[in-house]
């Protein structure tokens, strides 16, 4: 069963420091992951999507690796703002069963960064 | 990006009444959506996989009949909680994908509050 893992649980920093958030899973026969962004209270917005065949994806000051032997993501913000202050979701589908979307979430990293 | 609109976005309920909670895919169809159930401070639990035009299918441990599913149209899945309790209360969120991109797309939430 797939299981995945982020750490840290929560963060804080100052404004423009550069942040790795972490991701783990348990089986690395994935299809792809996806990482979001969820705001207090509201839905998800996805961010980035790297494919299995992939090793990293960017947009903008986000950057996103996937190492599927070591069951390994990170994201990579640059420059970090406060309007950056979100709870980070990673999520990949349970192995083998590419096409059905059926998403296992992390339990996030909440971000705070400080003005 | 796709568009998944979700209402309402909040919702205060006497216990044992029921609750639907609509959600539409604005400009894409969607054959499939998937409804999510979020604790505060928790990750998203998969609920259930709503399929057009066919019976939803339930993650183990979640009821069919106290959640019920309606996949009705290509742009519209409902869920309504039946007999709703205030163990129910909680954060639900759907989602939906297009066939043409990989990336899952949610809607905005909806708390549902059950006094």
């Known amino acids: 069963k797939q299981e995945v893992t982020q750490i840290p649980a929560a963060l804080s920093v100052p404004e423009g420091e550069n942040l790795v958030l972490n991701c783990s899973f348990t089986?690395?026969?994935?299809?792809?992951l996806q990482w979001f962004r969820q705001d207090p209270g509201k839905g998800l917005t996805s961010l980035l999507l790297i494919q299995s065949s992939q090793r990293e994806q960017t947009s903008g000051r986000l950057n996103a690796s996937l190492d599927k032997s070591s069951g390994r993501s990170t994201l990579y913000i640059a420059a970090s703002q406060p309007g950056d202050s979100a709870t980070y979701l990673c999520?990949?589908?349970?192995?083998?069963?590419?096409?059905?979307?059926?998403?296992?979430f992390g339990t996030g990293t909440r971000l705070k960064v400080l003005a | 990006g796709a568009v998944v609109s979700q209402h309402p976005s909040r919702v205060i309920c006497k216990s044992g009444t029921s609750v639907k909670i609509e959600c539409r895919s604005l400009?894409?169809?969607?054959?499939?959506m998937f409804w999510y159930r979020q604790f505060p401070k928790q990750s998203l639990m998969l609920m259930a996989t709503?399929?057009?035009?066919?019976?939803?299918?339930?993650e183990q441990g979640v009821e069919k009949d106290k959640f019920l599913i309606n996949h009705a149209s290509l742009t519209l899945s409902t869920l309504t909680v039946t007999s709703a309790h205030p163990e129910d209360s909680s954060f639900y969120i759907c989602?939906?994908?297009?066939?043409?991109?990989?990336?899952?797309?949610f809607g905005s939430g909806t708390q549902l509050s059950v006094l």
């Open positions: 709503s399929n057009e035009g066919s019976k939803a299918t339930y």
């Open positions: 089986d690395s026969a994935i299809y792809n």
């Open positions: 999520a990949v589908p349970p192995s083998s069963t590419s096409g059905t979307y059926k998403y296992i």
């Open positions: 400009d894409f169809q969607a054959t499939t």
């Open positions: 989602s939906g994908r297009p066939l043409t991109n990989e990336k899952l797309f």
